[in-house]
């Protein structure tokens, strides 16, 4: 089992940063890949992004690239979130992931999921 608890969430301006951090307890001594998705009110979660354990290969979704950065810290097991630019349509509830796959991760299907950070951004 891993827990997975989401931090950094909260209300910005739009162009604004945040910086949203994934700490992982629990199982951790397997190779996980960690992600990122969100949810908006009505519509289904939606992958944004998610690095691998070992290689720290990252993969975008395109809705976020060049805007949205993860990174992780293996010592910590953490991952991390930076989000720039910020625009209201990103705001919505994002949650962390983990997988021992990171396809299956990335097709929204992991194994773990966190409780969820809120992101509001007013224009």
């Known amino acids: 089992q891993v827990h997975l608890v989401e931090s950094g969430g909260g209300l910005v301006q739009a162009g604004d940063s945040l910086r949203l951090s994934c700490t992982a307890s629990?199982?951790?001594?397997?190779?996980?890949?960690m992600g990122w998705f969100r949810q908006i009110p009505g519509k289904s979660r939606e992958f944004l992004a998610a690095?691998?354990?070992?290689?720290?290969?990252?993969y975008y979704s395109d809705l976020v690239k060049g805007r949205f950065t993860s990174s992780r810290d293996n010592a910590k097991n953490a991952v991390y979130l930076q989000m720039n630019s910020l625009k209201s349509e990103d705001t919505a509830v994002y949650y962390c992931?983990?997988?021992?796959?990171?396809?299956?991760?990335?097709?929204?299907?992991?194994?773990?999921w966190g409780q969820g950070t809120q992101v509001t951004v007013s224009s």
């Open positions: 992931a983990a997988d021992m796959s990171s396809s299956e991760l990335r097709r929204g299907r992991p194994d773990y």
């Open positions: 629990g199982n951790t001594q397997r190779a996980y890949t």
């Open positions: 690095v691998t354990w070992d290689s720290g290969v990252t």
